[in-house]
C-alpha cells in the first residue's frame, strides 16, 4: 500500500480516534507526550520503521503528509473555545465556561484547569479572546493544517 494513502487512513481514521473529546481535556506535558509517542509509533509501523533504523520523526511525518499530533488537539482545543465563545450568553457551555465557584482551594500545586491549557495555547498562536468574533480569521490562526 502507498505510504500516502496509509497516511490518508491514519489521518480519518486513526487520528480522530485518538482525539476523541480532546476539546475538553486539561492536558499536562505527561499526557501530550504519551498522545505524541502513541501517534509516532503508529506512524513508524505504517512505514514499517523501528526505532532501531534511527529514522527522525518529521521525515516519517513528512513522508506520510501528517501533522503531529500535539499540534491538532491544541487546534482542536482553540476552534472549540472559538465555537464557545461566539455563543450567546444563555446558552449552557458559554454559562459554564464563565461560572464562578466560591470557596478555595487546597494546599499545594493548583491543578491544571482546561482554561489554562487554552490560555497557553492562545500564547504560543499569538491570538487572544478580541479574534474570537471573526470566525474565518479564528481558523486561520488556530488551525494546524496537515502539510501538503
Known amino acids: 500500500m502507498p505510504l500516502k494513502l496509509k497516511g490518508k487512513i491514519y489521518k480519518s481514521v486513526?487520528?480522530?480516534?485518538?482525539?476523541y473529546g480532546s476539546e475538553y481535556w486539561a492536558v499536562k506535558k505527561t499526557d501530550?507526550?504519551?498522545?505524541?509517542?502513541a501517534g509516532m509509533?503508529?506512524?513508524?509501523?505504517?512505514?514499517?520503521v523501528t526505532r532501531m533504523d534511527?529514522?527522525?520523526?518529521?521525515?516519517?511525518?513528512?513522508?506520510?503528509?501528517?501533522?503531529?499530533?500535539?499540534?491538532?488537539?491544541?487546534?482542536?482545543r482553540?476552534?472549540?473555545?472559538?465555537?464557545?465563545?461566539?455563543?450567546?450568553?444563555?446558552?449552557?457551555?458559554?454559562?459554564?465556561m464563565n461560572l464562578h465557584v466560591d470557596g478555595w482551594r487546597g494546599r499545594g500545586r493548583p491543578k491544571k484547569r482546561w482554561m489554562d491549557c487554552v490560555r497557553t495555547d492562545m500564547k504560543?498562536?499569538?491570538?487572544?479572546?478580541s479574534m474570537t468574533g471573526d470566525r474565518t480569521e479564528w481558523k486561520k490562526k488556530t488551525c494546524c493544517a496537515d502539510p501538503k
Open 41 to 48: 509509533r503508529m506512524l513508524r509501523w505504517m512505514c514499517g
Open 32 to 37: 501530550e507526550k504519551r498522545l505524541h509517542v
Open 124 to 129: 504560543e498562536k499569538g491570538v487572544d479572546d
Open 78 to 96: 482553540l476552534s472549540w473555545y472559538g465555537h464557545v465563545k461566539r455563543r450567546d450568553e444563555t446558552h449552557v457551555t458559554k454559562a459554564v
Open 14 to 19: 486513526i487520528r480522530p480516534v485518538v482525539l
Open 54 to 76: 534511527k529514522v527522525r520523526n518529521e521525515y516519517i511525518r513528512g513522508s506520510l503528509k501528517v501533522a503531529p499530533v500535539t499540534e491538532k488537539l491544541k487546534g482542536n
